[in-house]
Structure formats: C-alpha cells, structure tokens
C-alpha cells in the first residue's frame, strides 16, 4: 500500500474523494502522532499513479498554506516519507515542517522518496574514501619532465 499523510479532515476528505473518483478504495486511519494516514494500492498504472501524486502535492500545498494562515508554528511534522533501504526494506521518515515545504517546491512525491531514499542507504553505508570520484576510472596526469618512449632524451 501507498501511505498518505494529511493533518487536516477536509484534506484527508478531498483526497480520498479524487481516489473514489478514480475507482480506488482508500483504507484510512488515524496518524500515532497527529493526522490521518490514507493507504491506497499499490502497483497503479502510471497514469493513475501520476495523478494521485498531483493531487497530494496540491493537497500538500493547502496544508502548509492552512497551517501558515492558523499562525502553526508547533514542531509538527508535515511530511512522512517511506524509505527504502539497500536491503529493501521500508522505513518511514518524518520531515520537519520548514523541509517539507522546501522540497515541495522543487520535486515531486516520487523524487522527494527517492531523495530520502538515497540518504538513508548512504547513511546505513557510509561510502569510504574521496568524496569525489572520475566516473571514466583512475587516470592519472602524465608527470612533467618524465618520457614516456624509452630513449628519448629532453
């Protein structure tokens, strides 16, 4: 299942209709910290798939609209992300309000998960060595003053 977090009742309403409306039965429960959680299927075709995710980034643009306009300035999390780990499995991660906005700016749904993804693997497996790699392999600079051909002379 794909999970979808809303704090507001109207919002969680609004995307479980756009769901019906697309033929799709949406389990709903209540959030252990605060919201609701909306579970829909999974393996959607892609069409599908592209609008849901639209509609939770208008959705998602609401709430931080409505919690800005209630003066919300409580340490909410606005945003959970599922992860997936190099070993495949699932980890939800909270984003703090003030990320959750940043990033709903730029990338989508997907390419937020796949962000978040790619931190926790390289969290789980730091990487050992330079921080910057030639992707062509290891090619070293000809030394100055070195020939290359046996026999010649500078």
Known sequence: ???????????RDRFVKFAADLGLVSEIRPDQIEGFVIALPDDLPDDIEEAIEGKYEELMADQVSL???????SGRFLMRV????????PRIVQLPA???RRLFEHFSVEEIQELVSAIAQ????????????????????????????PGDTQ
């Open 122 to 149: 390289s969290a789980m497996n730091p990487a050992e060595g330079p921080m910057c790699l030639k992707a062509s392999g290891s090619q070293t600079p000809p030394e100055t003053g070195a020939s290359s051909t």
């Open 82 to 89: 599922t992860a997936t780990l190099a070993d495949g499995s």
């Open 67 to 73: 919690m800005e306009s209630e003066g919300d300035s």
């Open 98 to 100: 003030v990320y959750a």
């Open 1 to 11: 299942m794909n999970e979808y977090m809303l704090f507001d009742a109207s919002l």
